[in-house]
């Protein structure tokens, strides 16, 4: 779809094309997540699943090969519990839309899970979501730690037009974003409960 793009920190174009702002060659690199959970950090909130989920979905950390277009999007951070520890292992399923605005509902585009590392922290390379009718822009995703219960969420993206326009939104979800060489990095720190 063709839709006229909204305001957003994804409406301007890439680092690349900007020859100013005080670009480095350490901008380039993905900016870490910020190491500082203290203790008493809110948990990360249950949002709703939505209709699109599908279990069962192969595990891979990028999601670049499944379309042929989109801004690449570099998703990164890590999952701890509230009291700031690293939840190594925990599993993260990711489900997204791409430019189209359209969920793959036959196979798996945009459909992978993967496990985070010893110290918490996970990346998926992918591309950016468009907004589809109703929704503002966001990626689903299932957090689940090791023997531990599932958190199913959403993040968003700041900056966003419709982002108070949906009812779904929350702004404890939103992400860091940021413009590489490439494209985007967002980084999300998931806080379990549990
Ligand atoms: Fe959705």
């Given at each position: 779809?063709?839709?006229?793009?909204?305001?957003?920190?994804?409406?301007?174009?890439?680092?690349?094309?900007?020859?100013?702002?005080?670009?480095?060659?350490?901008?380039?690199?993905?900016t870490?997540?910020?190491?500082?959970?203290?203790?008493?950090?809110?948990?990360t909130?249950?949002?709703?699943?939505?209709?699109?989920?599908?279990?069962?979905?192969?595990?891979?950390?990028?999601f670049?090969?499944?379309v042929?277009n989109?801004?690449?999007?570099?998703?990164?951070?890590?999952?701890?519990?509230?009291?700031?520890?690293?939840?190594?292992?925990?599993?993260?399923?990711?489900?997204?839309?791409?430019?189209?605005?359209?969920?793959?509902?036959?196979?798996?585009?945009?459909?992978?899970?993967?496990?985070?590392d010893?110290?918490?922290r996970?990346?998926?390379?992918?591309?950016?979501?468009?907004?589809?009718?109703?929704?503002?822009?966001?990626?689903?995703?299932?957090?689940?730690?090791?023997d531990?219960?599932?958190?199913?969420?959403?993040?968003?993206?700041?900056?966003?037009?419709?982002?108070?326009?949906?009812?779904?939104?929350?702004?404890?979800?939103?992400?860091?974003?940021h413009?590489?060489?490439?494209g985007?990095?967002?980084?999300?720190?998931?806080?379990?409960?549990?």
């Open positions: 779809m063709d839709e006229k793009r909204p305001e957003s920190v994804l409406s301007s174009p890439p680092a690349a094309a900007t020859s100013s702002g005080g670009r480095t060659t350490a901008d380039e690199k993905l870490p997540t910020p190491e500082c959970i203290c203790r008493g950090t809110p948990p909130p249950e949002q709703n699943e939505g209709p699109y989920y599908k279990p069962y979905t192969p595990k891979k950390t990028s670049r090969g499944d042929e989109g801004t690449p999007l570099v998703l990164h951070g890590r999952v701890v519990t509230v009291d700031g520890f690293p939840v190594g292992g925990a599993l993260l399923d990711f489900w997204q839309v791409g430019e189209e605005g359209v969920y793959d509902e036959t196979g798996f585009r945009l459909r992978g899970h993967q496990f985070a010893a110290d918490g996970w990346r998926l390379d992918t591309v950016v979501p468009a907004e589809y009718p109703g929704r503002t822009r966001h990626v689903h995703v299932k957090v689940q730690p090791p531990g219960e599932v958190l199913t969420t959403m993040l968003y993206f700041p900056g966003e037009r419709r982002n108070h326009l949906d009812k779904h939104f929350r702004p404890e979800c939103l992400m860091d974003v413009k590489t060489a490439e985007w990095s967002a980084a999300f720190t998931f806080v379990l409960d549990g």
